[in-house]
């Protein structure tokens, strides 16, 4: 087996102190912000960044302690494979959410449609592009009729994961 090893690149700063009151999407939350303070040794990586509207974060589920294979996920009542949901409790706890990008200033980012606790460590940031990012005739398997989902299926709404 391979074992992989990952640097972090920053810290990633929100409102959110408990996982049971972070959105359960970042689109959930357009009006949450918070800010990605980036190591000073890798600020030079920002060049050019601020044309961009959005930005994909991966990061480390820095409060995750376990995982579940099976598990019941915030909009659903029965239990799923965690590959087939965003659960944070994973094998690797790697997470990634797609943020609005408000400012940059030097090596702080000012960000918006955060859905991460407060003090997640930040592993890389990759630019949106629509280009790349958006598919046509996508399936959205058991999310489509997921009992919960009529409570977040306006824009607006917000989530939790309670």
Request: with cysteine.
């Amino acid at each position: 087996m391979y074992e992989v090893t990952c640097r972090q690149i920053g810290v990633i700063s929100t409102p959110f102190k408990r996982h049971e009151d972070t959105p359960i999407q970042s689109c959930f939350a357009p009006e949450s912000r918070g800010h990605i303070e980036l190591f000073p040794e890798y600020a030079e990586g920002l060049k050019d960044i601020e044309g961009f509207s959005h930005l994909i974060l991966i990061y480390c589920f820095h409060q995750a302690q376990d995982y579940e294979l099976l598990t019941k996920p915030f909009l659903d009542a029965g239990k799923k494979g965690v590959f087939a949901t965003r659960y944070f409790k994973r094998p690797n706890f790697i997470g990634l959410s797609v943020v609005r990008l408000i400012a940059v200033r030097d090596n702080l980012l000012d960000i918006a449609e955060v859905d991460m606790l407060d003090g997640t460590p930040l592993l890389d940031i990759k630019p949106y592009v629509h280009r790349f990012d958006v598919r046509k005739d996508t399936k959205d398997g058991w999310f489509k009729t997921a009992s919960e989902w009529s409570r977040y299926d306006k824009p607006e709404a917000r989530g939790t994961q309670s």
